[in-house]
Protein backbone atom coordinates (compact mmCIF):
# COMPACT_ATOMS: atom_id res chain seq x y z
CA UNK A 1 0.00 0.00 0.00
CA UNK A 2 1.28 3.25 -0.71
CA UNK A 3 2.19 5.48 2.15
CA UNK A 4 2.44 9.12 2.02
CA UNK A 5 4.47 11.55 4.39
CA UNK A 6 4.66 15.49 4.04
CA UNK A 7 7.07 17.56 5.16
CA UNK A 8 7.81 21.10 5.34
CA UNK A 9 5.59 23.05 7.30
CA UNK A 10 6.44 25.46 9.89
CA UNK A 11 5.51 29.28 10.96
CA UNK A 12 6.44 31.88 8.78
CA UNK A 13 5.13 35.71 8.68
CA UNK A 14 3.12 37.21 5.88
CA UNK A 15 4.67 37.33 2.68
CA UNK A 16 6.87 34.68 3.33
CA UNK A 17 7.67 31.41 1.51
CA UNK A 18 8.00 27.64 2.55
CA UNK A 19 8.17 24.54 0.17
CA UNK A 20 6.74 21.58 1.25
CA UNK A 21 7.31 18.61 0.09
CA UNK A 22 5.49 14.71 -0.11
CA UNK A 23 6.98 11.41 -0.98
CA UNK A 24 5.36 8.38 -1.89
CA UNK A 25 6.94 4.74 -0.77
CA UNK A 26 5.56 0.79 -1.11
CA UNK A 27 3.47 -0.38 -3.77
CA UNK A 28 0.72 1.10 -5.18
CA UNK A 29 -0.29 3.37 -8.10
CA UNK A 30 1.36 2.84 -11.12
CA UNK A 31 0.74 6.42 -12.42
CA UNK A 32 -0.83 8.29 -9.57
CA UNK A 33 -3.02 11.40 -10.00
CA UNK A 34 -2.01 13.18 -6.40
CA UNK A 35 -2.75 16.48 -4.70
CA UNK A 36 -2.99 19.19 -1.68
CA UNK A 37 -5.36 19.67 0.58
CA UNK A 38 -5.78 22.03 3.51
CA UNK A 39 -7.76 22.16 6.68
CA UNK A 40 -8.00 24.46 9.04
CA UNK A 41 -9.21 24.95 12.37
CA UNK A 42 -13.12 24.27 12.48
CA UNK A 43 -13.41 24.44 8.66
CA UNK A 44 -13.84 21.76 6.10
CA UNK A 45 -10.95 20.27 4.34
CA UNK A 46 -10.23 22.20 0.96
CA UNK A 47 -8.87 21.33 -2.29
CA UNK A 48 -5.90 23.37 -2.79
CA UNK A 49 -4.01 22.37 -5.97
CA UNK A 50 -4.17 18.88 -7.98
CA UNK A 51 -1.48 17.93 -10.71
CA UNK A 52 -2.02 14.87 -13.18
CA UNK A 53 0.09 11.18 -13.57
CA UNK A 54 2.80 12.99 -15.69
CA UNK A 55 3.31 15.91 -13.39
CA UNK A 56 3.00 17.96 -16.24
CA UNK A 57 2.59 21.57 -16.03
CA UNK A 58 0.02 22.28 -17.89
CA UNK A 59 -2.16 19.82 -16.53
CA UNK A 60 -2.52 21.34 -12.61
CA UNK A 61 -5.30 22.70 -11.43
CA UNK A 62 -5.38 26.03 -8.53
CA UNK A 63 -8.00 26.79 -6.05
CA UNK A 64 -8.45 30.20 -6.63
CA UNK A 65 -7.52 31.29 -3.17
CA UNK A 66 -4.21 30.41 -4.21
CA UNK A 67 -3.77 30.99 -7.97
CA UNK A 68 -0.26 33.22 -8.61
CA UNK A 69 1.04 32.55 -5.51
CA UNK A 70 1.66 28.51 -5.45
CA UNK A 71 2.70 26.56 -7.70
CA UNK A 72 2.34 22.24 -7.46
CA UNK A 73 5.09 19.99 -9.04
CA UNK A 74 5.86 16.58 -8.59
CA UNK A 75 9.24 14.91 -9.75
CA UNK A 76 8.57 11.17 -10.89
CA UNK A 77 11.95 9.83 -9.81
CA UNK A 78 11.75 10.75 -7.12
CA UNK A 79 8.19 10.16 -6.15
CA UNK A 80 8.14 13.38 -4.46
CA UNK A 81 4.77 15.96 -4.72
CA UNK A 82 6.02 19.70 -3.85
CA UNK A 83 4.27 22.75 -3.28
CA UNK A 84 5.86 25.72 -3.49
CA UNK A 85 3.80 28.35 -1.14
CA UNK A 86 4.89 32.60 -2.06
CA UNK A 87 3.26 35.40 -0.41
CA UNK A 88 1.52 33.53 2.07
CA UNK A 89 -1.41 34.75 4.17
CA UNK A 90 -2.37 34.68 7.61
CA UNK A 91 -5.77 32.75 6.47
CA UNK A 92 -3.07 30.09 4.72
CA UNK A 93 -2.95 28.53 8.18
CA UNK A 94 -3.36 25.40 7.89
CA UNK A 95 -2.88 21.47 8.26
CA UNK A 96 -1.83 20.63 4.52
CA UNK A 97 -2.07 16.68 3.22
CA UNK A 98 -1.36 15.61 0.05
CA UNK A 99 -3.55 12.92 -1.35
CA UNK A 100 -2.93 10.07 -4.52
CA UNK A 101 -5.37 7.87 -6.14
CA UNK A 102 -4.92 6.18 -9.48
CA UNK A 103 -4.80 7.95 -12.52
CA UNK A 104 -8.22 8.43 -14.40
CA UNK A 105 -10.33 11.31 -16.31
CA UNK A 106 -11.04 12.99 -13.26
CA UNK A 107 -7.49 13.63 -13.18
CA UNK A 108 -7.87 16.51 -16.12
CA UNK A 109 -10.76 18.17 -14.58
CA UNK A 110 -11.41 20.28 -11.17
CA UNK A 111 -12.63 17.16 -9.86
CA UNK A 112 -8.74 16.32 -9.03
CA UNK A 113 -8.82 18.65 -6.23
CA UNK A 114 -12.12 16.76 -4.66
CA UNK A 115 -11.22 14.78 -1.48
CA UNK A 116 -13.88 12.30 -2.37
CA UNK A 117 -11.88 10.92 -5.42
CA UNK A 118 -8.60 9.90 -3.32
CA UNK A 119 -8.07 6.98 -0.92
CA UNK A 120 -4.22 7.80 -0.01
CA UNK A 121 -3.70 10.40 2.37
CA UNK A 122 -0.65 11.91 3.93
CA UNK A 123 -0.65 12.40 7.85
CA UNK A 124 -0.29 16.17 7.29
CA UNK A 125 1.96 19.43 7.89
CA UNK A 126 0.97 22.45 9.71
CA UNK A 127 1.47 25.18 7.87
CA UNK A 128 1.13 28.87 10.28
CA UNK A 129 1.32 32.30 9.27
CA UNK A 130 1.67 34.91 11.42
CA UNK A 131 0.77 38.93 10.35
Known amino acids: QVQLVESGGGSVQAGGSLRLSCVAS????????MAWFRQAPGKKREGVAG??????????IYADSVKGRFTISKDNAKNTLYLQMNSLKPEDTAMYYC??????????????????????WGQGTQVTVSS
Open 99 to 120: AAEETGSWCYDERIVREDEYNT
Open 26 to 33: GPGYSRPC
Open 51 to 60: IDSHGSEGST
